[in-house]
């Protein structure tokens, strides 16, 4: 069993920053990967970044540049920093990880950018 807790949304105007944090309940090394997705309204969810066991990240072409993936292995959180925030960021953010292939997210937090 995996616990992921996501923490740091908001409300900001646009061009502003936020930092989400994951926190699991269990070494951050357990995991291949972890990853941060959003959900807006009436949109599937989508991918926004991931960080490997290694350290190697890759992000959607749309937050490229603006947000960052990284991570506190002896706190065992994966944080999301996100700058230069756009109206079209407005989500819920979720954590996601995958262990014995089985999938587990994290409740979700919302971010809310105003232009």
């Known amino acids: 069993q995996v616990q992921l807790v996501e923490s740091g949304g908001g409300s900001v105007q646009a061009g502003g920053s936020l930092r989400l944090s994951c926190k699991a309940s269990?070494?951050?090394?357990?995991?291949?990967?972890m990853g941060w997705y959003r959900q807006a309204p009436g949109k599937q969810r989508e991918l926004v970044a991931t960080?490997?066991?290694?350290?190697?990240?890759n992000y959607a072409d749309s937050v490229k540049g603006r947000f960052t993936i990284s991570r506190d292995i002896a706190e065992n959180t994966v944080y999301l920093q996100m700058n230069s925030l756009k109206p079209e960021d407005t989500a819920v953010y979720y954590c996601?990880?995958?262990?014995?292939?089985?999938?587990?997210w994290g409740q979700g937090t919302q971010v809310t950018v105003s232009s």
């Open positions: 996601n990880t995958v262990l014995a292939l089985r999938t587990y």
């Open positions: 269990r070494s951050i090394f357990s995991f291949n990967a």
């Open positions: 960080i490997t066991s290694g350290g190697s990240r």
